[in-house]
């Protein structure tokens, strides 16, 4: 007499699987996950963002996000850090989830869905350098962008909006200005952030009543122009006021 084959629990949900969504199992676990990262920066009062250009097929010698799939054995948030290291040679950068973008057909291998993340930081603080798959890596204004390669203009575009809805939430001088800045050099920076023009009186004179800042009692030196009064941020009163919720009203 033949001895029946004793099934599986995962061959129990397999067949649950088939039954229900009229697919195999297997075809659900036939797909990749990536992440993408877009890595803004403040330099000479512009936005920039750092690409690659692809060392590797597909889309070899274009430009693009520095992102590459997750390994099955890691969470998107540590793929991202290791992506970054890997083709950049960039570490310590703090990075925020955007969004998943998971339509059918935006690589042309296979199914893979990809995880936004960004970050804003300093230009000078940071010399990435092309390493692994990346052929190259540049910094280029978010305002001349070169075509991008997969749906990274996309990825690109929800980030930055996503930045500006944070800025008018945030202080996001902390790390991008001098120790030391003029209230001319915070409005160029969130002008460049917001890509709009505030006027000079209203700005400032928001700027100061939200008790962020100290006046620090110095000018300018070396410059040729009229020297400015040097500010530097209260970190404590920032912390409180980011406590109980509040708005630049910008």
């Known amino acids: 007499m033949k001895e029946s084959k004793t099934e599986t629990t995962e061959d129990v949900i397999g067949h649950q699987f088939s039954a229900f969504y009229k697919i195999p199992i297997e075809k659900f676990f036939q797909f990749a996950m990536s992440v993408d990262c877009v890595i803004l920066g403040y330099h000479e009062n512009g936005i920039k963002l ?17 992102g590459d799939l997750v390994y099955p054995n890691e969470d998107v948030d540590s793929a991202a850090v290791r992506v970054l290291k890997d083709l950049t040679g960039i570490r310590k950068v703090d990075m925020i989830q955007t969004k998943c973008y998971g339509q059918v057909d935006r690589h042309p291998i296979g199914r893979v869905a990809t995880i936004g993340f960004y970050a804003l930081t300093n230009v000078d603080k940071y010399r990435p350098l092309a390493k692994s798959w990346a052929g190259n890596v540049y910094w280029v204004d978010v ?15 929800d980030a930055l909006e996503t930045l500006r809805e944070r800025v008018r939430h945030q ?36 700027i100061l009543s939200m008790g962020l800042l ?37």
């Open 171 to 206: 202080p996001i001088g902390f790390h991008l200005l001098p120790t030391k800045f003029t209230l001319g050099e915070m409005q160029a920076l969130y002008e460049a952030i917001l890509d709009e023009k505030f006027d000079k009186a209203n700005f400032r004179k928001r």
């Open 50 to 66: 750092l690409v690659i250009e692809r060392g590797a097929e597909p889309h070899l010698g274009k430009m693009a996000l520095p």
């Open 143 to 157: 305002k001349d962008l070169p075509e991008l390669a997969f749906d990274h203009k996309n990825i690109v575009d």
């Open 214 to 250: 100290k006046d620090l009692n110095e000018l300018q030196s070396d410059v040729p122009h009229r020297p400015g009064r040097l500010f530097s941020f209260d970190e404590e009163a920032y912390a409180r006021l980011l406590a109980k919720g509040f708005s630049f009203g910008l």
